[in-house]
Structure formats: structure tokens, C-alpha cells
T-cell receptor, first 111, second 113 residues
């Protein structure tokens, strides 16, 4: 059972555009993580959000955790070709549980 | 040197063969995981181990087995490989004090003919 739904599944935009990807669930998570994966490599952690309503910024990337800790969003401002990759969200129901991953959003940024 | 290493990086085998994928880590983490990744299906958990004496089945453990030889080593075996086990396999580690933030290896691309 896939607890985390990511949307959109695919996104193709031009350099300079803004975009938002979403991660939704009916479950409450103690924390939620975002990873980026480039072709031929393993996923790399971008950020962890813990508190409902929390907003974290990583340069042009803004991550938000929903107030009820069931959903999250990733907003990229002025996308660059280097942002191309697969973005995965993952939630933990508690420290004693393994992570549940969403299926990912595949982002392509063209010049 | 990479913190999480996987061997082999690529493997082509035939149906019915026994295959072992190995994972080693130098991060000193107690928790280790095996995932498979298929196009459109995302990352799915096969097995995980929270310490050397702990082994747990994940979402898709049928057809797989694991061995936690030491804190730093976690291997995945396919006793009798079948074509639908063709996938990208990732090992990951985490520290229980860090909200299970995962550090992934580079992956093993396995093809079963």
C-alpha cells in the first residue's frame, strides 16, 4: 500500500519558471523528508520537516509541512537545468518505523 | 571514499540462478535497508535491519532473503532469480537518532534473463 501520493508524476518546464510538487497522505507522519535522485545515482536527502506548518528554505527550494503533518510541498523558484531529477518524499510514522516513499515526481528543466 | 558502497554495480544473470548483492557502510549507522526501484513504482522496501540481531520484512520480501553479517554489512540474496526481479536495487543506512534520514548507496542494476 502506497501511503504517500506525489503529484504531478512528470513535469517539464523551461529554465526560469517556478514550480510546485506535492506529497499527500491520509496518515500522520512524525517527520517527512524530501530526496532528489539523479540518473544512475542513489537518492540524496534534501531536507527533513518535523513540525506542522514548518517551512524550510534551501536556496531556491522551499519546503512546507502541512499543519496536520499529513502533506508537504516543494516549491522551486526560477528553475535551473541542474534541478532536473526525480524528487521523492518519504514519511516516517515514528522513529521505530521504516520510511514510506512516494513514487516521485520526475522533473525536467530545459534551457 | 563513499560512505555506502554496493557490489556489484551491474549484474546480468539467468532465471533460476542464486544472486547475492552486498552492501557495506562506514557511517557507523545501526539501521540498514534494502529497496528496489522500478519505473513508475518508486522505491519499495524489501527488508530492513535496525541492528545486527534485528531483521524485518518490508513491503515486498517474497523471493528475497537477507543477512546482517556485522553492523557495517547487509547482504541481499535472490535464491532463485526470476525476470520480474529485474530492477535497480539500493541499500541505505540511517541513524535512529536522526529521524531515519537515509543515506543511499549508488545502486545495483540487476537484469534477470
Amino acid at each position: 500500500t502506497q501511503l504517500l501520493e506525489q503529484s504531478p508524476q512528470f513535469l517539464s518546464i523551461q529554465e526560469g519558471e517556478n514550480l510546485t510538487v506535492y506529497c499527500n497522505s491520509s496518515s500522520v507522519f512524525s517527520s517527512l523528508q524530501w530526496y532528489r535522485q539523479e540518473p544512475g545515482e542513489g537518492p540524496v536527502l534534501l531536507v527533513t520537516v518535523v513540525t506542522g506548518g514548518e517551512v524550510k528554505k534551501l536556496k531556491r527550494l522551499t519546503f512546507q509541512f502541512g499543519d496536520a503533518r499529513k502533506d508537504s510541498s516543494l516549491h522551486i523558484t526560477a528553475a535551473q537545468t541542474g534541478d532536473t531529477g526525480l524528487y521523492l518524499c518519504a514519511g516516517a510514522e515514528g522513529s521505530g518505523y521504516a520510511l514510506n516513499f512516494g513514487k516521485g515526481t520526475s522533473l525536467l528543466v530545459t534551457p | 571514499d563513499a560512505d555506502v558502497t554496493q557490489t556489484p554495480r551491474n549484474r546480468i544473470t539467468k532465471t533460476g540462478k542464486r544472486i547475492m548483492l552486498e552492501c557495506s557502510q562506514t557511517k557507523g549507522h545501526d539501521r540498514m535497508y534494502w529497496y528496489r526501484q522500478d519505473p513508475g513504482l518508486g522505491l519499495r522496501l524489501i527488508y530492513y535491519s535496525f541492528d545486527v540481531k534485528d531483521i524485518n520484512k518490508g513491503e515486498i520480501s517474497d523471493g528475497y532473503s537477507v543477512s546482517r553479517q556485522a553492523q557495517a554489512k547487509f547482504s541481499l540474496s535472490l535464491e532463485s532469480a526470476i525476470p520480474n526481479q529485474t530492477a535497480l536495487y539500493f541499500c541505505a543506512t540511517s541513524d535512529p537518532n536522526s529521524r531515519n534520514e537515509q543515506f543511499f548507496g549508488p545502486g545495483t542494476r540487476l537484469t534477470v534473463l
